[in-house]
């Protein structure tokens, strides 16, 4: 199609990219480092909102956290890894779990599957599982045989495109503009097998364009990888996400998300369509079967996690970060206001006026992580903030107050 951008194949190049794109990124990294803003240790006495450097006593409110809920401090989670260490009287089962599977890991596989109303295969992190299916998908080993296209959204995280190179010794790997459902399209018509790897929540803000990829489905037969960690636990009833929320589960969708945010514990999930992808899986998707599995105790804490997503209490926390979203959007708008989703950004520009706004932030009080190339497009670098439900009101308005002086809204 005449007005789309040219098609990226991924191919050896994408190493020269890669370094290409370090080069650029180092010298504001290396001013982040000088400012103080990389590798700051941590107590912390109040979880999210009071972190204390013990060198220097510095207080401050980690605007950074993707604890969007809260949970990474609730003492019923916190009590649920302690459970889970006393009773099995290990930190895990040093194996791989292809040959052996603790029975708290079974338990928590059924609960998960029964909460989020799919089949759950746990992993060590989202990097993981992505590693180990993404080539299995490419090589056409979880549908007719036949290798599948890899179309991978510009703006995917990093873990999935970093799988690329190995996709690309299955099939044809191409990189098609954000969320760019006409190009996307034009690539179902040209080839009959199309996979589609993007995220459902962005980590850098925003969100897929769900409603056509759900058409784009059931018209071509598109297959779906989306990575939706940004979301699990804050969207849908029972804490499904912002995709699974909206898509029924099916054998043309995998849908990977981090129980480390939201859901306040570790490691990751892949919610599939099957049992029979489950068992394939297991058996052969590499990294997600090696022995670095979950530990015993985060087990434990994401079985606890699971027993609040089934009580009223998850209805009450996703109210209480909406409010805060609400409120944020309405004091200081930014491009995704009102998309209900808790990343922000604010851009300054430059890196180097990224950093310096992060620095003097830190020195008031809040980190907040400065984002610059290749992170975010050259020329919207700035701060990208989470907003949670457990972040006071008060410390809204104040972290909202010092943003306004130090820059235009």
């Not at 650029?24 to 450097?53: E, F, H, M, S």
């Not at 929540?201 to 364009?209: F, I, L, V």
């Not at 981090?258 to 990751?268: A, D, E, N, Q, R």
Request: proline share 5%.
């Amino acid at each position: 199609m005449a007005g789309n951008p040219p098609l990226d194949i991924a191919g050896p190049h994408h190493y020269r990219n890669s370094a290409t794109m370090l080069r650029a990124a180092d010298p504001a990294w290396q001013g982040a480092a000088q400012a103080g803003l990389i590798g700051i240790r941590a107590d912390t006495p109040d979880a999210n909102n009071r972190l204390v450097d013990p060198d220097s006593g510095h207080e401050f409110v980690n605007m950074c956290s993707c604890a969007y809920l809260g949970l990474n401090h609730h003492p019923a989670i916190i009590q649920g890894a302690i459970d889970a260490l006393q009773e099995a009287r290990a930190t895990w089962l040093v194996v791989a779990t292809t040959r052996i599977r603790h029975r708290l890991l079974a338990r928590l596989e059924e609960e998960l599957g029964e909460l989020f109303g799919a089949h759950v295969l746990p992993g060590a992190s989202c990097t993981a599982l992505t590693a180990g299916i993404l080539p299995l998908i490419a090589s056409g080993h979880l549908g007719d045989g036949e290798p599948r296209v890899m179309v991978f959204d510009r703006f995917c995280h990093f873990c999935m495109s970093y799988v690329k190179p190995i996709c690309a010794d299955e099939s044809l790997v191409l990189t098609c503009g954000h969320n760019d459902l006409d190009q996307l399209e034009d690539i179902c018509r040209r080839y009959p097998r199309v996979t589609y790897v993007a995220d459902g929540a962005y980590s850098m803000g925003g969100a897929a364009a769900l409603d056509g990829l759900r058409e784009l489905q059931d018209r071509y037969g598109l297959f779906l990888y989306i990575d939706d960690s940004h979301s699990l636990s804050i969207m849908g009833e029972r804490g499904q996400g912002f995709v699974r929320s909206r898509l029924e589960s099916n054998e043309l969708t995998v849908i990977v998300s981090s129980l480390g945010k939201g859901f306040g514990t570790g490691g990751g999930i892949a919610m599939l369509g099957s049992r029979a992808l489950f068992e394939f899986l297991h058996r052969h998707a590499g990294p997600v079967g090696w022995s670095q599995n979950m530990s015993l105790p985060l087990v434990g804490a994401s079985l606890a996690s699971a027993a609040l997503h089934r009580s009223g209490e998850l209805a009450v926390l996703q109210q209480r970060l909406r409010e805060n979203i609400e409120h944020f959007d309405r004091s200081y708008p930014t491009v995704f206001a009102g998309n209900g989703l808790p990343v922000r950004r604010i851009t300054v520009g430059e890196p180097q006026a990224a950093v310096k706004l992060s620095e003097e932030m830190y020195r008031r009080g809040f980190y907040c992580s400065a984002v610059f190339f290749p992170i975010v497009p050259k020329g919207e670098a700035g701060l990208r903030i989470m907003i949670r439900s457990d972040l006071p009101r008060e410390k809204l308005d104040e972290f909202i107050g010092h943003i306004r002086e130090l820059t235009p809204c």
